[in-house]
């Protein structure tokens, strides 16, 4: 998921795990949420927002329920100050989006339950286990682990050939990088498939990358790739016969060959969860819920320009066809 469509969604291991004391819900009493975006005011709330699931479960902002919030004004520095600053607001209910946000709210409280959509909640020191997290942290797991298997799975039903994948990034930025390459390397490596990532900043750079590549028996995999970055290196790719991958579908419409990507936080999934938390149940109990829906696109041009074959099974299971 882009980080900042992340960020807007929400509208240590080392450390004691302490039973959390939620207050208890008295029926017809307002709730209050604590929520931290990483994007600043302004941002967040020109984003249309959907209450109807949460509403459709009782949750009414300003009758039911209040939302306090805080805005991190893009720099991840704040998360702590602003997460302490909620717990001292005594909030019922605490939601995070992403491993830093989670951690500076782990750090501020162990009481107050959390509801995080985050990845690999217990590599991170979020949960004892996904069935059972044992502490005042549960909610949604991003699915990456999950989703990276399952598209080298649809692509190499593509290209069985396939043996070797270059990651791309137009965009430096480690943290996200280091944390989502990890689950696609690993995959890749499960299924015998050579993995090396590249940062690519001019378009001398991307011409030496596609040349290097063994035409045929490669795919390019794009991270956060702008529509010119994409269409520049997928024209480049398709003159080698090399497969354009990755997560956004809007890739697709410009030359790649197909994207694969969970829904992380659904409406419906996410306010199923904070509906439970604002009315009292122990997070230390609350499994962390994967993903239920995936989104595939394909590019039926894109595939006959390297000499591909879409099966018709795939043509059916996707969500957009090109």
Known sequence: MNPLRRSIILGLASLPIIAPQASPYVAGTKRRLGVVYLPPRAVVESIPYDAGPLAALGWIEGRTFEKVRRFAGGDATQFEPLARELVAERVDVLLASGVPC???MQKATHTIPICA????????????????PGGNITGLCEGYAEMAAKALGLLRELIPSLSHLAIVSTSYDPGYLRDNNQWLIKAATAAGIATDVHLVES???VADLVRSLPAERSAIYLRWTGGKDAELIAQGAAAR??????????????GALMTFRPVVAEDHQLAAMLDRL????????IPFELPTKFVLAVNRAAATAIGVTVPADVVIRADKVR
Do not use: Y
């Open 241 to 254: 016969r090399i497969a354009v991958t990755g997560q956004e579908e809007e890739l697709v419409d410009h």
């Open 203 to 205: 378009r001398k750079q």
């Open 278 to 285: 604002l009315r009292g149940a122990n997070p230390a109990e």
């Open 102 to 104: 989670t951690r500076a």
């Open 117 to 132: 959509i985050v990845d690999d909640p217990v590599g991170n020191g979020f949960a004892k286990t996904m069935a059972r």
